[in-house]
Nanobody, 119 residues
């Protein structure tokens, strides 16, 4: 069983910054990739950023330059640094992990953390 626990969400003013954390219950190198997604009310869950086991990163085009994904293997934690936040960044942010185990693709999700950007 894999557990992903997000933290770091909250209320921030436009232009501010937040860092989200996602702590995994096992080594993050277990997973083929980990990432962050976000979902606003009434909208689909969209990709924010991913990081693969070899450290390659990928970002939603609209977020490049403002958001940075990183990891700390010693803490089994993946981070999302969010800068220059805008009201449209308001959403529930979910951590995810993809694991191809014995040829079977598995996907795990955290419970989500709310980010609200408002003055």
């Amino acid at each position: 069983q894999v557990q992903l626990v997000e933290s770091g969400g909250g209320l921030v003013q436009p232009g501010g910054s937040l860092r989200l954390s996602c702590a995994a219950s096992r080594s993050i190198f277990t997973f083929n990739a980990m990432g962050w997604y976000r979902q606003s009310p009434g909208k689909q869950r969209d990709l924010v950023a991913t990081i693969t086991s070899d450290g390659s990163t990928n970002y939603a085009d609209s977020l490049k330059g403002r958001f940075t994904i990183s990891r700390d293997s010693a803490k089994n934690t993946v981070y999302l640094q969010m800068n220059s936040l805008k009201p449209e960044d308001t959403a529930v942010y979910y951590c995810n992990a993809d694991w191809v185990r014995v040829g079977v693709p598995l996907r795990y999700w955290g419970q989500g953390t709310q980010v609200t950007v408002s003055s």
